[in-house]
């Protein structure tokens, strides 16, 4: 295939960003023996946490060790890494892409695997950036086991959600406190249950989160200060998608029932969006995956490009052969 201007393009496939969806797809896709270049900023989502957990055979690696075997991995089958940031991606006039990246560069390419995953944006309230993924937590799966006999508080932004929260981080640890920062009150049974699961209960908006070295406490709006070791909250997940707006392809709000939870790209289970061409995976589409789920959807992405692309090329080739004569016909 030719690229704009008229030269071939670059790569088969570049994948934007290079965390566990983007690496996953480009391993699979550089043993295809296909053209691939990953664009990393290299800012995971992951990256203030000590470990990556439930992934198999890397359980506990940080994530900067994960990645960064990765992207070895992917090298030793021919794939290039380029360290960048994407900022545009467009279509060229003969079905390519062009991926535009903040240094000038531009690369081209026959599809785009767009595995740029989320950010999380917190409360505002003072303290709780600056534990991020030490502290201050989101998922039992992820944290649960480390923070295992910790005092525990669970901010509430939302309190169905909350209440939620607090009996499942039961399960790790049992020394909880539900900070309702005026979410609201519990009904009948939702304190009954956090009741019998010796939940306590603190009513008053939060403040601040405090602690230099770690995290020692909240302290809420009236003064009173309660010492916790690590506290969960609910962040609203904002997908990394805007780069895609060129081609028409735009996140969209996502809901837990009438709660709205953030952003995401639409894609189906192999990636496919609604734009051709463009595949996604990873957070991006699926902002509450752990990383093992997110690697499995880069590879089901890859699968599904490397397919596109094998037909592709085998129409090239028999329209090579019939201009040549070699078919013949009938």
Request: with cysteine.
């Given at each position: 295939?030719?690229?704009?201007?008229?030269?071939?393009?670059?790569?088969?496939?570049?994948?934007?960003?290079?965390?566990a969806?983007?690496?996953?797809?480009?391993?699979?896709?550089?043993r295809?023996?296909?053209?691939?270049?990953?664009?990393?900023?290299?800012?995971?989502?992951?990256a203030p946490?000590?470990?990556?957990?439930n992934?198999?055979?890397?359980?506990?690696?940080?994530?900067?060790?994960?990645?960064?075997?990765?992207?070895?991995?992917?090298?030793?089958?021919?794939?290039?890494?380029?360290?960048?940031?994407?900022?545009?991606?467009?279509?060229a006039?003969?079905?390519?892409?062009?991926?535009?990246?903040?240094?000038?560069?531009?690369?081209?390419?026959?599809?785009?695997?767009?595995?740029?995953?989320?950010?999380?944006?917190?409360?505002?309230?003072?303290?709780?950036?600056?534990?991020?993924?030490t502290?201050?937590?989101?998922?039992?799966?992820?944290?649960?086991?480390?923070?295992?006999?910790?005092?525990l508080?669970?901010?509430?932004?939302?309190?169905?959600?909350?209440?939620?929260?607090?009996?499942?981080?039961?399960?790790?640890?049992?020394?909880?406190?539900?900070?309702?920062?005026?979410?609201?009150?519990?009904?009948?049974?939702?304190?009954r249950?956090?009741?019998?699961?010796?939940?306590?209960?603190?009513?008053?908006?939060?403040?601040?989160?405090?602690?230099?070295?770690g995290?020692t406490?909240?302290?809420?709006?009236?003064?009173k200060?309660?010492?916790?070791?690590?506290?969960?909250?609910?962040?609203?997940l904002?997908?990394r998608?805007?780069?895609?707006?060129?081609?028409?392809?735009?996140?969209?709000?996502?809901?837990?029932g009438?709660?709205?939870?953030?952003?995401?790209?639409?894609?189906?289970?192999?990636?496919v969006?609604?734009?051709?061409?463009?595949?996604?995976?990873?957070?991006?589409?699926?902002?509450?995956?752990?990383?093992?789920?997110?690697?499995?959807?880069?590879?089901?992405?890859?699968?599904?490009?490397?397919?596109?692309?094998?037909?592709?090329?085998?129409s090239?080739?028999?329209?090579?052969?019939?201009?040549?004569?070699?078919?013949?016909?009938?």
């Amino acid at each position: 295939m030719t690229g704009n201007g008229g030269g071939k393009v670059d790569y088969d496939v570049v994948v934007v960003g290079g965390s566990a969806a983007g690496l996953s797809g480009a391993l699979a896709l550089s043993r295809a023996r296909r053209r691939v270049a990953v664009v990393d900023a290299g800012e995971p989502r992951n990256a203030p946490a000590s470990g990556v957990h439930n992934y198999l055979g890397r359980e506990g690696a940080s994530p900067a060790e994960l990645y960064a075997v990765g992207r070895g991995e992917v090298e030793g089958y021919g794939g290039t890494i380029v360290d960048g940031t994407v900022e545009s991606v467009l279509r060229a006039g003969d079905g390519s892409f062009r991926i535009g990246l903040q240094d000038g560069t531009v690369l081209t390419s026959r599809r785009v695997l767009a595995a740029s995953g989320a950010s999380d944006e917190l409360p505002d309230i003072p303290g709780l950036a600056a534990h991020w993924g030490t502290d201050v937590l989101h998922c039992p799966y992820c944290h649960g086991w480390e923070a295992g006999g910790k005092r525990l508080g669970v901010l509430a932004t939302h309190l169905d959600t909350a209440v939620h929260q607090a009996l499942m981080w039961r399960q790790w640890c049992e020394d909880i406190v539900l900070f309702l920062n005026d979410a609201g009150e519990p009904d009948t049974e939702q304190s009954r249950q956090l009741a019998a699961r010796g939940i306590r209960v603190v009513d008053g908006a939060v403040a601040a989160v405090e602690g230099d070295a770690g995290l020692t406490g909240v302290r809420l709006a009236s003064g009173k200060f309660v010492s916790r070791q690590a506290l969960v909250v609910l962040t609203r997940l904002r997908a990394r998608a805007d780069y895609l707006s060129g081609v028409g392809l735009e996140a969209e709000e996502q809901h837990f029932g009438d709660l709205a939870v953030g952003t995401a790209v639409a894609a189906d289970s192999s990636g496919v969006t609604s734009v051709p061409g463009i595949f996604a995976a990873g957070n991006l589409t699926a902002p509450m995956t752990q990383v093992i789920g997110a690697a499995s959807a880069g590879l089901a992405a890859a699968t599904a490009i490397n397919a596109e692309l094998i037909e592709e090329d085998t129409s090239a080739a028999v329209a090579a052969a019939a201009q040549r004569g070699g078919i013949l016909q009938s």
